[in-house]
């Protein structure tokens, strides 16, 4: 297994919710598997496999819980609803691939902590939406009461806006290259990983899961990163008339495209970012395209390619 190829493979959260789902236990059980067994078609090609997993739809549904609790009740912070969630999904997902390779390899999930730093800029202008909606009434009254820092949001309503700071070192990296190493199916830095500051200070913020799995994938030497989503690939002029799907597209090209804003925060680009990082500093490919096709994303066969 030592010399066996290193892939990171990062699931989006429509891989453990999908859109329209209520989020029942057996919905998730259901989804979860669906996305194990793709995952699995990767694992039995023989390579040592590091899984990472978005969390948006989980945290908000923990944050909203808590929140239909008496006032006086005390709340979990933004990193410990993080780590609930890293929990909560590590065990489906290991669960999941354990049972989807027939119980042949074993699994762990990885509780993982990412440092951020308190000077980025991010903290200065939070801009990623969770939780719950608001009427404008409820955030005023919330960020006064709280602290909270709250935005509308251009989908509904209101809601509270948290920084997203850069992602700077996992902290568990050698215990998940270890793990891996061992053969183990490691699940790691789930919603982008707990983040803490310089000092290992928890810190009230959310990383991007794709940067957080791009940094990973550099940190434990991966010959692969693999970003698994629910569109076929990175697309220009998406949506729009003259989209043009990629199939391959060399780092630097691609970095042009990202320079001139072609991909839009929060979805497609930091998974562009991710991708064309991990891709630059290592000299290896990375890809990114559909859970359906996961296999052949993997080989190179479909999705976007990002070659050196
Ligand atoms: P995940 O939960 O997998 O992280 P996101 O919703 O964050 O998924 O990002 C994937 C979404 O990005 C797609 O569903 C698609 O609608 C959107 N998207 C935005 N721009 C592009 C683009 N240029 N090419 C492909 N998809 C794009
Ligand atoms: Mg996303």
């Given at each position: 297994m030592g010399s066996a190829p290193l892939i990171v493979v990062a699931l989006g959260g429509n891989a453990l919710l999908r859109k329209g789902q209520r989020g029942t236990v057996e919905e998730q059980w259901e989804t979860v598997s669906h996305a194990a067994n793709q995952l699995a078609r990767i694992a039995r090609d023989g390579v040592r496999l590091v899984l990472t997993h978005g969390n948006g739809p989980q945290v908000g549904m923990i944050l909203e819980a808590f929140e239909q609790l008496p006032r006086d009740k005390p709340r979990p912070t933004l990193d410990v609803a993080t780590a609930m969630t890293q929990g909560w999904l590590g065990y489906m997902i290991a669960h999941s691939i354990e049972r989807a390779l027939g119980w042949e390899r074993r699994a762990v999930a990885i509780v993982s902590r990412v440092i951020v730093s308190r000077d980025d800029p991010a903290f200065k202008n939070p801009t990623k939406f969770i939780g719950s909606y608001y009427t404008e009434e409820e955030a005023r009254r919330l960020m006064r009461e709280k602290g909270w820092i709250m935005k509308p949001d251009p989908r509904r309503g209101w809601r509270r806006v948290v920084p997203s700071p850069e992602p700077r070192h996992i902290i568990e990296y050698e215990r998940i290259r270890e793990a891996a190493e061992r053969g183990y199916i490691v699940v790691a830095v789930?919603?982008?990983?707990?983040p803490v500051d310089e000092n290992l200070d928890p810190v009230e913020a959310v990383v991007d899961k794709d940067l957080a799995s791009s940094l990973l994938a550099r940190q434990i030497g991966a010959d692969k990163l693999v970003i698994l989503t629910d569109v076929p690939g990175v697309a220009i002029n998406y949506g729009k008339p003259g989209e043009k799907w990629l199939r391959e597209v060399s780092a630097g090209d691609l970095l042009k495209l990202y320079e001139e804003g072609h991909f839009p925060p929060g979805s497609m680009g930091p998974k562009v970012l991710a991708a064309i990082r991990f891709t630059i500093e290592t000299g290896r490919p990375s890809a990114i395209g559909l859970l359906e096709e996961a296999y052949e994303v993997y080989k190179g066969d479909k999705g976007t390619q990002v070659l050196p």
């Open positions: 789930g919603g982008g990983g707990i």
